[in-house]
């Protein structure tokens, strides 16, 4: 890990500041290359962690690239514990990529994504839920879900967590006392007891649990996919929602050429939009992709808008389409309002009986806006207090807190079936481990300490 | 006092400097495996000796001593011949953690050990105090007693238990001693530090021994032996093995007891601040109990004979430093020991131990070739903990001369290898003892199976004897062939089998099941099912445990070997003992200091030091990928 990487750490075009990084041993040598400061004339003797007003020059015809205030950070006392460079400069695409491009013609090589916080955990900065916190605001694609990693990164997912391990740290020690000094007089362990600390940790897992999927969708976007028939109007779906929100971030090939993902923001609401209109409008989606293609599209996404054309019937495509979503989460727009209906309504009702209908007519930009209130309205619907909650974002504390759900469900089955305490334990212990492995933390003398300073032991 | 004359005093392979239960475990091993073997020992007499409780097993100790057994060591053998009472704990708390715990006779089993040492061959038993152990070039040479005897020896096993710089408090009184009134060894910690290894001290207490006639029995729960006994050793196992038991007794501490203690705690040597030693907090003195325990009425007393042959006995549960006066009064103050006689009174010891990190998972000296160390000079406490110790180090110390691997039980092996690599790895800052609760592997490292985990094991490097192996391999034979059997045997349902299950209080079966199946619900058992399993043999005991367990726990078990195996992934990365950690960048500097002081054996080993993070294991198993990409490089060159 000795050569020294670059980034641009700001998402491009849309802050008024941008922030090239830099992070390494030469991180220094090679900013002073490429900056013209002020009142300092080498950035060695820079102060550290202080603002050094300047400009970014290109030695090569010594044209000034920007304005910028420049910050020298030296190891070890930085985020990723090498020495670093900041340079902020104006926002925009030109100014960020200029002065990246030259930081990586004197010496710094790209960065791969998440390799500041990659360093940073290697070095022994960040604990792992921490880590993944970072990565996570490296990934967060609106400020609602900047907002809850941020929160992670204080460490109230890990203090959740930490409640909760208390609670099975009380049932391990409590479970292991009677074993280990099964000649002491303590107290008889009652199932009923241990039953109803398992149902506490049992309850406030699923509560964790519970946000998970609100976190995935804040940090990933909601997986969107429009669907719909050729020349139902979805591209124009598409550009009316884009043309409101304008589209951030950028373009990700999918998985096949013909499908685009783009990530939109609605009042907060990060949407990925699987967009298939690189499918040619004159072909059918259903077959250019394959049916189980496009059922396994329409299986991943959190949310399906389904455009059908009012000004025809319905036809046989319609009824593929209306198959693959009865059992999703839809929201029904019947596009074409503009023109005379020759469909009926009703029928297409009865067929999808508890989803949200709207009537649109995209090309006059009718009916958009109903769509973005019930895009909010389903997803939040108020449930979701971001400021105040803790929510899981990150998939491997997901996968960890499902496990734990697992292993503490088992042992109250266990507890259920008057199990002896040494199977029960098994599952107790399991789950405990797994939350430790979410805030990085489990040492199992911690269950010794527990025993000794709750029970009177000691023959 | 003159210049001290030494002699040549003979030539040894392996020399043990202690006769405790670490020595002699360590001795017989190394002795057994063919090494010409020197037991040094301040008092002969002292050989095997129980200075503290009458009694061996317990939870986690009684799986120790199973595994000891397993493995050919003696502790087994020895106590099932010196056993007068017998008890299986925690029998309604799952197989895992049923421990055996049996009473002892103090001196038989001192006899009777002293007899099997005695009659070892390769093995000289004397009596010596060792004052120095010389090394050469980072390599042990011998041993030199206080009476100038030079014993020349290719590996030491130093395990001197809690005589070095043994100091003893009661109350206000302090003196010099060794355990049980012996003498301390007093010149043997300067030739360590000498070795450049830094001392602590830990402490330790004993309750006292009070005369039988002394006790009025009426006023206390007697405590029996069980109905059927089950031997310490699986060599005992088939046979019909029975003792002559005699009972223990319960009472309990009254009020006055704890008003007693508050009114003289300043007396208290623990509380007065002149013990520096570190006390266990499982087994603390009466006084520790009332203080940090005040809401607490009445604490249990156990009175447990010292032997047949004696009417000394054991007060369990009233350790004690206070002085002389107060420990009379206070033990009157209990329940049935109004008149109560004393004839040794409690205390407290004080000793000199080392610090277990410096040690391998061999129990050989980090830097010192050939230097071993077992017992409680490494920080554990008790017999069993000692024995197993010893037993690892007379193992290693004979595998190190023949230039041979050394034998590491790990913890998904064996509690031996849970305790040895707690000492090794985290240290212990008070008296280590062996808990069920500090195994993570409970369900699958039973005291039933020790023999099927591990006597193969102690075949291999040459301890086991092959009588002990056939018995091992005949009992996994005949178990599988029962759980075979249990599983091609079904029952169709039909009513005179639903009536059957509902007799035993269990479901009625709607469709084919084994027997097999049937022993999985938690009503039914083995024993249970013999109605309708004709053509069942009788089958020894041990066997049809071993089957009902493993039929009943089978999906635990299996949660257990799947937790192993990841465990095992870490284990198999092994770490260079001379590797400098301060050369990987990346680790933090905690990491590197305490990396470079454990010098852990695998990554697996280095994940368990604290202070060294997920992060820091993840920069080592990098770096271990980084030297393996290396080589591989370096080959293709």
Same mark, same amino acid.
Request: aromatic residues 6%; glycine residues 6%; proline residues 3%.
């Given at each position: 890990?000795?050569?020294?990487?670059?980034?641009?750490?700001?998402?491009?075009?849309?802050?008024?500041?941008?922030?090239?990084?830099?992070?390494?041993?030469?991180?220094?040598?090679?900013?002073?290359?490429?900056?013209?400061?002020?009142?300092?004339?080498?950035?060695?003797?820079?102060?550290?962690?202080?603002?050094?007003?300047?400009?970014?020059?290109?030695?090569?015809?010594?044209?000034?690239?920007?304005?910028?205030?420049?910050?020298?950070?030296?190891?070890?006392?930085?985020?990723?514990?090498?020495?670093?460079?900041?340079?902020?400069?104006?926002?925009?695409?030109?100014?960020?990529?200029?002065?990246?491009?030259?930081?990586?013609?004197?010496?710094?090589?790209?960065?791969?994504?998440?390799?500041?916080?990659?360093?940073?955990?290697?070095?022994?900065?960040?604990?792992?839920?921490?880590?993944?916190?970072?990565?996570?605001?490296?990934?967060?694609?609106?400020?609602?879900?900047?907002?809850?990693?941020?929160?992670?990164?204080?460490?109230?997912?890990?203090?959740?967590?930490?409640?909760?391990?208390?609670?099975?740290?009380?049932?391990?020690?409590?479970?292991?006392?009677?074993?280990?000094?099964?000649?002491?007089?303590?107290?008889?362990?009652?199932?009923?007891?241990?039953?109803?600390?398992?149902?506490?940790?049992?309850?406030?897992?699923?509560?964790?649990?519970?946000?998970?999927?609100?976190?995935?969708?804040?940090?990933?976007?909601?997986?969107?996919?429009?669907?719909?028939?050729?020349?139902?109007?979805?591209?124009?779906?598409?550009?009316?929602?884009?043309?409101?929100?304008?589209?951030?971030?950028?373009?990700?090939?999918?998985?096949?050429?013909?499908?685009?993902?783009?990530?939109?923001?609605?009042?907060?609401?990060?949407?990925?939009?699987?967009?298939?209109?690189?499918?040619?409008?004159?072909?059918?989606?259903?077959?250019?992709?394959?049916?189980?293609?496009?059922?396994?599209?329409?299986?991943?996404?959190?949310?399906?808008?389904?455009?059908?054309?009012?000004?025809?019937?319905?036809?046989?495509?319609?009824?593929?389409?209306?198959?693959?979503?009865?059992?999703?989460?839809?929201?029904?727009?019947?596009?074409?309002?503009?023109?005379?209906?020759?469909?009926?309504?009703?029928?297409?009702?009865?067929?999808?009986?508890?989803?949200?209908?709207?009537?649109?007519?995209?090309?006059?930009?009718?009916?958009?806006?109903?769509?973005?209130?019930?895009?909010?309205?389903?997803?939040?619907?108020?449930?979701?207090?971001?400021?105040?909650?803790?929510?899981?974002?990150?998939?491997?504390?997901?996968?960890?807190?499902?496990?734990?759900?697992?292993?503490?469900?088992?042992?109250?089955?266990?507890?259920?079936?008057?199990?002896?305490?040494?199977?029960?334990?098994?599952?107790?212990?399991?789950?405990?481990?797994?939350?430790?492995?979410?805030?990085?933390?489990?040492?199992?003398?911690?269950?010794?300490?527990?025993?000794?300073?709750?029970?009177?032991?000691?023959? | 006092?003159?210049?001290?004359?030494?002699?040549? &005093?003979?030539?040894?392979?392996?020399?043990?400097?202690? &006769?405790?239960?670490?020595?002699?475990?360590?001795?017989?091993?190394?002795?057994?495996?063919?090494?010409?073997?020197?037991?040094?020992?301040?008092?002969? #007499?002292?050989?095997?000796?129980?200075?503290?409780?009458?009694?061996?097993?317990?939870?986690?100790?009684?799986?120790?001593?199973?595994?000891?057994?397993?493995?050919?060591?003696?502790?087994?053998?020895?106590?099932?011949?010196?056993?007068?009472?017998?008890?299986?704990?925690?029998?309604?708390?799952?197989?895992?953690?049923?421990?055996?715990?049996?009473?002892?006779?103090?001196?038989?089993?001192?006899?009777?050990?002293?007899?099997?040492?005695?009659?070892?061959?390769?093995?000289? !038993? @004397?009596?010596?105090?060792?004052?120095?152990?010389?090394?050469?070039?980072?390599?042990?040479?011998?041993?030199?007693? /206080?009476?100038?005897?030079?014993?020349?020896?290719?590996? @030491?096993?130093?395990?001197?238990?809690?005589?070095?710089?043994?100091?003893?408090?009661?109350?206000? @009184?302090?003196?010099?001693?060794?355990?049980?009134?012996?003498?301390?060894?007093?010149?043997?910690?300067?030739?360590?530090?000498? !070795?450049?290894?830094? !001392?602590?001290?830990?402490?330790?207490?004993?309750?006292? /021994? @009070?005369?039988?006639?002394?006790?009025?029995?009426?006023?206390?729960?007697?405590?029996?032996?069980?109905?059927?006994?089950?031997?310490?050793?699986?060599?005992?196992?088939?046979?019909?093995?029975?003792?002559?038991?005699?009972?223990?007794?319960?009472?309990?501490?009254?009020?006055?007891?704890?008003?007693?203690?508050?009114?003289?705690?300043?007396?208290?040597?623990?509380?007065?601040?002149?013990?520096?030693?570190?006390?266990? /907090?499982?087994?603390?003195?009466?006084?520790?109990?009332?203080?940090?325990?005040?809401?607490?009425?009445?604490?249990?007393?156990?009175?447990?004979?010292?032997?047949?042959?004696?009417?000394?006995?054991?007060?369990?549960?009233?350790?004690?430093?206070?002085?002389?006066?107060?420990?009379?009064?206070?033990? /009157?103050?209990?329940?049935?020991?109004?008149?109560?006689?004393?004839?040794?009174?409690?205390?407290?010891?004080?000793?000199?131990?080392?610090?277990?990190?410096?040690?391998?998972?061999?129990?050989?000296?980090?830097?010192?070739?050939?230097?071993?160390?077992?017992?409680?000079?490494?920080?554990?406490?008790?017999?069993?903990?000692?024995?197993?110790?010893?037993?690892?180090?007379?193992?290693?110390?004979?595998?190190?001369?023949?230039?041979?691997?050394?034998?590491?039980?790990?913890?998904?092996?064996?509690?031996?290898?849970?305790?040895?690599?707690?000492?090794?790895?985290?240290?212990?800052?008070?008296?280590?003892?062996?808990?069920?609760?500090?195994?993570?592997?409970?369900?699958?490292?039973?005291? #039933?199976?020790? #023999?099927?985990?591990?006597?193969?094991?102690?075949?291999?490097?040459?301890?086991?004897?092959?009588?002990?192996?056939?018995?091992?391999?005949?009992?996994?034979?005949?178990?599988?062939?029962?759980?075979?059997?249990?599983?091609?045997?079904?029952?169709?349902?039909?009513?005179?089998?639903?009536?059957?299950?509902?007799?035993?209080?269990?479901?009625?079966?709607?469709?084919?099941?084994?027997?097999?199946?049937?022993?999985?619900?938690?009503?039914?058992?083995?024993?249970?099912?013999?109605?309708?399993?004709?053509?069942?043999?009788?089958?020894?005991?041990?066997?049809?445990?071993?089957?009902?367990?493993?039929?009943?726990?089978?999906?635990?078990?299996?949660?257990?070997? &799947?937790?192993?195996?990841?465990?095992?992934?870490?284990?198999?990365?092994?770490?260079?003992?001379?590797?400098?950690?301060?050369?990987?960048?990346?680790?933090?500097?905690?990491?590197?200091?305490?990396?470079?002081?454990?010098?852990?054996?695998?990554?697996?080993?280095?994940?368990?030091?604290?202070?060294?993070?997920?992060?820091?294991?993840?920069?080592?198993?990098?770096?271990?990928?980084?030297?393996?990409?290396?080589?591989?490089?370096?080959?293709?060159?």
């Amino acid at each position: 890990m000795s050569d020294t990487i670059a980034a641009i750490s700001t998402s491009i075009g849309e802050a008024g500041i941008g922030i090239v990084r830099m992070s390494g041993r030469e991180s220094i040598e090679i900013a002073n290359k490429i900056f013209r400061g002020k009142n300092v004339e080498d950035l060695k003797d820079a102060e550290n962690r202080k603002l050094t007003y300047g400009h970014i020059v290109d030695p090569e015809d010594d044209q000034i690239v920007d304005e910028v205030l420049i910050a020298c950070l030296r190891e070890p006392y930085t985020y990723t514990r090498e020495n670093m460079v900041e340079i902020y400069c104006h926002g925009g695409v030109v100014a960020v990529k200029k002065i990246l491009e030259l930081a990586l013609n004197h010496g710094a090589r790209l960065a791969e994504p998440g390799e500041f916080t990659k360093r940073a955990f290697l070095n022994g900065r960040l604990d792992l839920a921490q880590s993944e916190a970072v990565i996570d605001v490296i990934r967060a694609k609106t400020d609602k879900s900047l907002q809850v990693s941020l929160n992670q990164l204080e460490g109230s997912l890990s203090a959740k967590v930490k409640d909760i391990m208390g609670i099975l740290l009380e049932m391990l020690a409590h479970i292991n006392a009677t074993i280990d000094f099964s000649e002491d007089d303590l107290e008889d362990l009652d199932y009923e007891a241990l039953e109803k600390k398992g149902l506490q940790v049992e309850n406030q897992i699923k509560k964790l649990l519970d946000t998970a999927d609100r976190g995935k969708i804040l940090r990933d976007g909601l997986n969107t996919v429009i669907l719909g028939k050729p020349n139902v109007g979805k591209s124009s779906l598409l550009n009316a929602i884009l043309r409101e929100n304008r589209a951030i971030v950028t373009n990700i090939p999918g998985t096949t050429r013909d499908i685009i993902e783009e990530f939109i923001n609605i009042d907060g609401i990060p949407l990925k939009i699987v967009d298939t209109a690189g499918i040619r409008e004159t072909e059918n989606l259903v077959e250019k992709i394959g049916v189980d293609r496009a059922r396994e599209m329409v299986n991943k996404a959190d949310l399906i808008i389904a455009v059908f054309d009012i000004s025809k019937p319905l036809t046989e495509e319609d009824h593929e389409i209306i198959e693959l979503i009865k059992d999703k989460d839809a929201i029904i727009l019947l596009n074409k309002t503009d023109l005379p209906s020759h469909f009926d309504a009703n029928h297409l009702k009865d067929l999808l009986p508890d989803k949200k209908i709207i009537n649109t007519s995209i090309k006059n930009n009718l009916g958009v806006y109903e769509l973005e209130e019930e895009i909010k309205n389903m997803f939040y619907s108020g449930q979701l207090d971001i400021e105040s909650d803790v929510v899981v974002t990150n998939l491997r504390h997901k996968n960890q807190l499902v496990k734990a759900l697992k292993n503490i469900e088992d042992s109250l089955e266990a507890i259920r079936l008057n199990l002896p305490l040494d199977c029960i334990e098994v599952d107790v212990k399991s789950c405990w481990e797994n939350l430790g492995e979410i805030s990085g933390d489990t040492i199992s003398e911690d269950i010794l300490d527990k025993i000794f300073s709750e029970f009177c032991i000691g023959k | 006092m003159g210049e001290l004359k030494k002699y040549n &005093a003979g030539s040894y392979d392996v020399i043990v400097i202690g &006769a405790g239960h670490a020595g002699c475990e360590a001795a017989l091993a190394s002795a057994r495996m063919g090494m010409k073997t020197l037991m040094l020992t301040m008092n002969l #007499d002292s050989l095997a000796d129980m200075p503290c409780n009458p009694n061996i097993g317990g939870t986690g100790k009684g799986h120790l001593v199973r595994e000891i057994d397993a493995l050919g060591g003696e502790m087994a053998i020895n106590i099932d011949k010196s056993c007068i009472q017998s008890r299986m704990l925690n029998t309604s708390k799952g197989p895992a953690v049923h421990s055996l715990r049996v009473q002892a006779d103090k001196k038989k089993y001192h006899t009777e050990m002293k007899k099997v040492i005695e009659d070892q061959a390769n093995l000289d !038993l @004397v009596q010596g105090e060792v004052i120095d152990i010389v090394v050469e070039k980072d390599e042990v040479k011998g041993v030199l007693t /206080r009476t100038g005897a030079f014993y020349d020896g290719k590996a @030491v096993i130093l395990a001197t238990g809690t005589y070095l710089k043994g100091k003893i408090f009661i109350g206000e @009184v302090n003196y010099e001693s060794g355990p049980g009134g012996y003498s301390p060894s007093k010149l043997l910690s300067d030739s360590l530090k000498r !070795l450049g290894i830094e !001392l602590r001290r830990f402490k330790t207490g004993s309750p006292a /021994r @009070v005369h039988r006639d002394s006790i009025d029995f009426s006023k206390m729960d007697i405590q029996p032996g069980d109905e059927e006994v089950v031997p310490f050793s699986f060599m005992n196992m088939d046979q019909d093995f029975k003792i002559d038991q005699v009972p223990c007794y319960l009472t309990y501490t009254t009020p006055e007891t704890k008003e007693i203690i508050m009114r003289n705690l300043n007396r208290s040597p623990l509380y007065s601040g002149e013990v520096e030693g570190v006390g266990p /907090r499982y087994c603390p003195s009466i006084e520790d109990k009332i203080v940090r325990f005040p809401d607490k009425e009445k604490h249990q007393v156990f009175i447990e004979p010292e032997g047949l042959n004696t009417k000394e006995m054991y007060v369990q549960g009233v350790s004690s430093s206070l002085p002389e006066e107060v420990q009379k009064e206070l033990y /009157r103050s209990i329940i049935g020991l109004e008149d109560v006689k004393f004839m040794r009174s409690a205390y407290a010891i004080e000793y000199d131990c080392i610090d277990p990190t410096i040690l391998k998972r061999s129990l050989e000296h980090m830097h010192i070739k050939n230097l071993f160390f077992a017992g409680q000079i490494n920080g554990s406490s008790g017999y069993e903990e000692a024995a197993a110790q010893g037993l690892i180090a007379g193992i290693n110390a004979v595998l190190n001369i023949r230039g041979d691997e050394p034998f590491i039980l790990d913890r998904s092996e064996a509690y031996i290898g849970v305790l040895i690599d707690d000492l090794v790895t985290k240290g212990t800052n008070e008296p280590y003892r062996m808990m069920t609760a500090r195994s993570e592997y409970r369900l699958t490292l039973r005291q #039933d199976n020790a #023999d099927l985990r591990l006597t193969e094991k102690g075949y291999k490097i040459g301890l086991v004897t092959e009588e002990r192996y056939q018995k091992t391999m005949k009992k996994k034979e005949m178990i599988e062939k029962e759980l075979e059997r249990l599983k091609s045997v079904v029952v169709t349902p039909n009513k005179e089998i639903n009536d059957f299950l509902d007799s035993l209080g269990s479901v009625p079966i709607k469709t084919a099941h084994s027997l097999y199946d049937l022993i999985k619900r938690p009503e039914i058992t083995y024993e249970s099912l013999r109605d309708i399993d004709p053509e069942r043999q009788s089958l020894p005991k041990e066997i049809r445990i071993q089957v009902e367990i493993q039929i009943k726990y089978e999906g635990y078990i299996k949660k257990q070997l &799947a937790q192993i195996e990841q465990f095992k992934k870490l284990e198999r990365k092994k770490l260079p003992i001379d590797l400098d950690y301060s050369s990987i960048k990346g680790l933090s500097n905690e990491a590197v200091q305490k990396l470079n002081k454990i010098k852990p054996d695998s990554v697996g080993q280095a994940s368990r030091i604290s202070g060294v993070s997920p992060a820091d294991i993840n920069v080592l198993l990098i770096y271990l990928e980084q030297k393996r990409r290396e080589k591989k490089e370096n080959k293709n060159d």
